[in-house]
Structure formats: C-alpha cells, structure tokens
C-alpha cells in the first residue's frame, strides 16, 4: 500500500502499453490492482496464447467471523484449475478451539505465526497429542478425528486439503452430530441420563473459546493401545535446508514425514535477485502459497502458449501437471512460498541439469547456441539460482 501511495503521489500510472504495442487505459480502472500486475498488465513478449487462470488472493474470498478467531477458503469454486487441492486460511485467538471434528479429505497444516496444540486418535484407539510452532506442520489421514486450539499467542495457520472441491463447511463436527442425533440415543450410547445431556449445543460450534490449555503433561490422556506409531506433527523448523545461490529450500515427503501419503511439500525461500529455477514436476500439479515478498512466474503450457502472473503475500498460485515454469523475486525482500503437491513425493526435474547431461554437441544444434552456453550448464541441481534483469 506504501508503494502504491508513493506511486500515486508521483502520478506514474502503469500503462498496457509495450513499445508501439498497446494504448492508454482511461479508466474506469482498478488501479491497486494494476500496481501489483505489472507483467498482467503488460505481458513479457514471450506470454503467448491462452492459459486459464493460474492465481487467486485469499484477500478476494468470503471471511467467516467467528468468536474465537476467523476462517476463509479457497476452493475449486475460487480457482477452477485447482481440481487436487484446496487450502483454508484460519486465525485462533488464544485459546480458542476449531472444535473436535474430522474430513473425507486428508489435512496438511502450515502454522505461519504463534503455537496451537493438536489432538487426535487413530481407528486402532492410540491417541495424539502435540504443540506445534511456527514453521511447523501436521498432517492428519482422511477420517481420523482431531481438534486444533491456540496457545497463549494464538495462532494463524493454512490447512491444505487434497481435494479441490473440499470446503470447510463440510466438514464432520461432533457438536454438529450431537444436535443431530435423538437424546435417546445419545443416552444410550454413552449410557447416561438426559440431565447429563440437558445442554448440549443446539447446533456446530466449529470456532469457540476457551482459555488457553494447560501443559501437555497435565493434559495428555493415557490410552490403553498406547500412542500412534508415527506422529502427525513434523518439525519442519527444525530441518537443514538446501542452500543454493539464491535461496534455500526445505524438502517434505512421506520420506521424511510418514505419516503424509498425500500431501508432499517444499518451502522455498528466494533471496532480492534471485529465482526458482526453469523446472517442470513429472508427478502431478503444484499448489502455491505465497507467505511474503513479490514475485512473478511464466507457465510454459506447450502449443506456443505461456502466461506470466504477479503473486504477493496471501496469494494462490498453480502449475498445471508437467508445465515448465519458473519463480522470480521482483521485490527487494525475501520472497518465501509453499510449493504444495497431491503425492506421498517431492519430484521435480530440472531444465538446466536435463541439458547438462545430454551429449553437449546436441545441445548446441538443437538450441543453436555456443559452446560457451553448453559449459555452463549445471549437472547438479540448483533449485534457486541468482539472476541478472537485462533489458
């Protein structure tokens, strides 16, 4: 928002126009929006053809207002190529509960600011329970039921689920089937009696407060079939990353993670003059969350057609199956992003490293380019690299 005040106030308007191509646009116009799509706006030359869209805001979609905090969603409704994936961003103030509930879909959760302690119990009756920081993860199978509740600083956090049509009103409550089941039945199956039943909720809580829980020794529920074999939490905050020219990445899979079959991730962090590097994934789609910084990246989609697409914190962004493609940081901070994938797998494959080992004299006819650019190439992957902006 500095920026575009500062913008304004200089009375340097963005333009569609690129050289002799293009006009004024006179308005009515969104001019917020033009200032942060600058290469939407004016596409690079290179973007070609058509390509469905690739980017949502979580700032574009219906918040729902809670009292112990707020949730808002984006879906295969808000972004229709996004059929593998769908993401909730949630805040919790201190203490406040996303209440015992469960998902057809498998849940993979980010916490990006504060602490949340986790619960939950398997079909075997071994039960869970963890507090987990900010860089750190969950993941919770399809069906097995849990419950999330902030800490003393409260917590924001994004749930990745794998399904694109999933949507976090749909979920399975116990409040929810409580107001849904006769009394007596309930009396029954917990075989007690209608006064100890006199107030329960008359429909979903879904958000609630409390106070902040106590520590997990005080809290901890001791099963007879004992703990889960492989917990649902995973310190990713606590792993080496891959240091490159550019950046760094962090890498988790099932390799690392067990327990997540489905959702496979890597958290990148890209330095001012740097990029992820020309690659496309042989395995499925990526989801992207963008968490800060500014960035801009080209999807190559075959049949001559690209398109470039400007992403900034908060934003949504999506790679079709085996699209080529690339990240930019545009601004002067780190850029940091959630590559996300339907898979139990992290795979990519790099265009630099795929050249570097073909027979180089191919390579050189084929591109028809100098001996010099075949020597460069890198036969190691470098999943962020530097770059240099010539115009």
């Given at each position: 928002?500095?920026?575009?005040?500062?913008?304004?106030?200089?009375?340097?308007?963005?333009?569609?126009?690129?050289?002799?191509?293009?006009?004024?646009?006179?308005?009515?116009?969104?001019?917020?929006?033009?200032?942060?799509?600058?290469?939407?706006?004016?596409?690079?030359?290179?973007?070609?053809?058509?390509?469905?869209?690739?980017?949502?805001?979580?700032?574009?979609t219906h918040m729902r207002?809670?009292?112990?905090?707020?949730?808002?969603?984006?879906?295969?409704?808000?972004?229709?190529?996004?059929?593998?994936?769908?993401?909730?961003?949630?805040?919790?103030?201190?203490?406040?509960?996303?209440?015992?509930?469960?998902?057809?879909?498998?849940?993979?959760?980010?916490?990006?600011?504060?602490?949340?302690?986790?619960?939950?119990?398997?079909?075997?009756?071994?039960?869970?329970?963890?507090?987990?920081?900010?860089?750190?993860?969950?993941?919770?199978?399809?069906?097995?039921?849990?419950?999330?509740?902030?800490?003393?600083?409260?917590?924001?956090?994004?749930?990745?689920?794998?399904?694109?049509?999933?949507?976090?009103?749909?979920?399975?409550?116990?409040?929810?089937?409580?107001?849904?089941?006769?009394?007596?039945?309930?009396?029954?199956?917990?075989?007690?009696?209608?006064?100890?039943?006199?107030?329960?909720?008359?429909?979903?809580?879904?958000?609630?407060?409390?106070?902040?829980?106590?520590p997990i020794e005080q809290a901890a529920v001791?099963?007879?079939?004992?703990?889960?074999?492989?917990?649902?939490?995973?310190?990713?905050?606590?792993?080496?990353?891959?240091?490159?020219?550019?950046?760094?990445?962090?890498?988790?899979?099932?390799?690392?993670?067990?327990?997540?079959?489905?959702?496979?991730?890597?958290?990148?962090?890209?330095?001012?003059?740097?990029?992820?590097?020309?690659?496309?994934?042989?395995?499925?789609?990526?989801?992207?969350?963008?968490?800060?910084?500014?960035?801009?990246?080209?999807?190559?989609?075959?049949?001559?057609?690209?398109?470039?697409?400007?992403?900034?914190?908060?934003?949504?962004?999506?790679?079709?199956?085996?699209?080529?493609?690339?990240?930019?940081?545009?601004?002067?901070?780190?850029?940091?992003?959630?590559?996300?994938?339907?898979?139990?797998?992290?795979?990519?494959?790099?265009?630099?490293?795929?050249?570097?080992?073909?027979?180089?004299?191919?390579?050189?006819?084929?591109?028809?380019?100098?001996?010099?650019?075949?020597?460069?190439?890198?036969?190691?992957?470098?999943?962020?690299?530097?770059?240099?902006?010539?115009?």
């Open positions: 928002m500095k920026k575009l005040i500062q913008q304004l106030a200089s009375k340097h308007l963005p333009q569609p126009i690129r050289g002799r191509k293009g006009a004024t646009d006179e308005g009515p116009r969104n001019l917020a929006r033009d200032f942060q799509n600058p290469d939407m706006l004016v596409p690079p030359s290179t973007d070609a053809g058509t390509v469905q869209n690739l980017k949502f805001s979580f700032s574009d207002l809670e009292d112990g905090g707020w949730s808002r969603e984006v879906t295969v409704r808000e972004l229709p190529v996004s059929k593998n994936i769908a993401a909730v961003n949630m805040r919790l103030k201190p203490g406040a509960v996303r209440e015992l509930h469960w998902h057809k879909e498998a849940e993979w959760g980010y916490v990006i600011s504060g602490e949340v302690r986790l619960t939950a119990v398997d079909q075997n009756g071994r039960n869970f329970i963890d507090n987990v920081s900010e860089g750190d993860l969950w993941y919770f199978p399809s069906g097995i039921p849990h419950s999330i509740q902030g800490m003393e600083q409260g917590s924001e956090f994004l749930l990745v689920f794998d399904d694109g049509s999933f949507s976090e009103n749909s979920t399975f409550s116990v409040t929810d089937w409580f107001a849904h089941t006769p009394r007596s039945v309930l009396q029954a199956n917990f075989g007690v009696s209608g006064y100890d039943l006199a107030y329960i909720p008359a429909k979903e809580r879904y958000m609630f407060q409390l106070e902040p829980p106590p001791s099963s007879p079939e004992g703990t889960v074999l492989e917990p649902f939490s995973y310190k990713l905050s606590l792993q080496e990353p891959l240091v490159t020219s550019g950046g760094k990445v962090k890498i988790v899979d099932s390799k690392t993670f067990k327990v997540s079959k489905t959702i496979a991730a890597a958290l990148v962090e890209v330095e001012p003059g740097g990029m992820r590097e020309l690659h496309w994934h042989p395995n499925t789609d990526e989801w992207q969350y963008y968490l800060s910084g500014e960035a801009k990246m080209t999807v190559f989609a075959a049949e001559g057609r690209a398109r470039t697409f400007n992403y900034q914190a908060g934003d949504v962004g999506y790679v079709p199956f085996a699209m080529g493609h690339y990240v930019q940081n545009t601004g002067d901070t780190v850029l940091r992003f959630l590559e996300i994938f339907k898979s139990d797998r992290f795979e990519d494959i790099s265009l630099n490293q795929w050249l570097a080992l073909t027979p180089q004299r191919f390579v050189e006819q084929t591109l028809n380019v100098s001996p010099a650019f075949a020597r460069r190439l890198r036969k190691k992957k470098s999943p962020v690299v530097k770059w240099k902006h010539e115009e």
